[in-house]
Nanobody, 115 residues
Framework: QVRLVESGGGVVQPGESLRLSCAASGFMFSINVMGWYRQAPGKERELVARISSDAKTIYADSVKGRFTISRDNGKNTMNLQMNSLKPEDSAVYYC?????????WGQGTQVTVSS
């Protein structure tokens, strides 16, 4: 079955960096659109960044220039490099895969940015 396992979350201070990873299995990774979403307490889940099967990327305005999404189709992994983190980046970050109407989510990893 489909598995999406996030890792790399943690507690950091403002201005620091984190690298999130998503290990995928159970589907043909290379043809799927992969994405990172986040959800802060009391807020709706929002798109952070997305990468297509041919590596085209889109980012939320709030993270442009600070976050970089990437994928390794040979290792079935997706990463999110997060630099210059801000307190407002604190949230649970979810890995997402989409192929047509088929969508799956990981369990999420907590990112907390606090001084």
């Amino acid at each position: 079955q489909v598995r999406l396992v996030e890792s790399g979350g943690g507690v950091v201070q403002p201005g620091e960096s984190l690298r999130l990873s998503c290990a995928a299995s159970g589907f043909m990774f290379s043809i799927n659109v992969m994405g990172w979403y986040r959800q802060a307490p009391g807020k709706e889940r929002e798109l952070v960044a997305r990468i297509s099967s041919d590596a085209k990327t889109i980012y939320a305005d709030s993270v442009k220039g600070r976050f970089t999404i990437s994928r390794d189709n040979g290792k079935n992994t997706m990463n999110l490099q997060m630099n210059s983190l801000k307190p407002e980046d604190s949230a649970v970050y979810y890995c997402n895969r989409r192929y047509g109407a088929s969508v799956d989510w990981g369990q999420g990893t907590q990112v907390t940015v606090s001084s």
